[in-house]
């Protein structure tokens, strides 16, 4: 690593608070990766999903089928075909005759199973959000400094190219001064 950039870090070091119990562990590795020139990203997703139990899994099935299309049009037809067979074709000797009563008590122990089932999904998926929120923090900060180092090597490079340019301007304005005197 130059020097300058090493200063440079440890001028970001302190302005981020690091040594002096402001910084947090996340920063502290940012850093780290920023020094050490290591990537940062990665795929938050495969993390959880390594860390996922069964119930969680479970959870997550029965969300995504309970709110799909396919759920709500095979619920459509069998709740038709509940009030068809128990008005029309059974109409003597209905298992469940009109208003149904059979019928809601089997929703509502339906919803009282399903709702908790799509509530676990929906904290995993908002605990998936953080983490995949927090992820997308440390690349954003990463890049940031990233794009601040090379804003560094770039000033550093330009004023060494100006330092070089303004010894050769100060070299030729000798040999100027040279050729510019009277030959005796």
Not at 21 to 31: N, Q, W, Y
Not at 100 to 119: C, E, G, R, V, Y
Request: charged share 25%.
């Amino acid at each position: 690593m130059k020097p300058y950039m090493h200063d440079w870090l440890k001028n970001l070091e302190h302005a981020m608070g690091v040594g002096t119990g402001k910084a947090s562990d996340r920063t502290i590795g940012i850093l780290r990766h920023l020094a050490e020139r290591t990537v940062i990203s990665r795929d938050v997703r495969h993390e959880l999903k390594a860390k996922e139990t069964t119930g969680e899994w479970l959870a997550d099935k029965v969300a995504e089928f309970g709110g799909s299309w396919t759920f709500i049009s095979m619920f459509a037809v069998f709740l038709v075909f509940w009030a068809l067979l128990n008005t029309i074709v059974l109409a003597t000797g209905a298992l469940d005759p009109y208003p149904f009563i059979f019928l809601n008590l089997l929703l509502s122990m339906l919803a009282a199973i399903q709702a908790p089932i799509i509530m676990m999904s929906q904290n995993r998926q908002s605990t998936k959000d953080r983490a995949a929120a927090q992820h997308d923090y440390e690349v954003n900060l990463k890049a940031e400094l990233e794009i601040m180092a090379l804003h560094e090597k770039l000033d550093q490079m330009r004023a060494e190219h100006l330092t070089q340019l303004l010894a050769r301007q100060e070299e030729q304005m000798k040999m100027l001064a040279e050729l510019a005197k009277p030959k005796a």
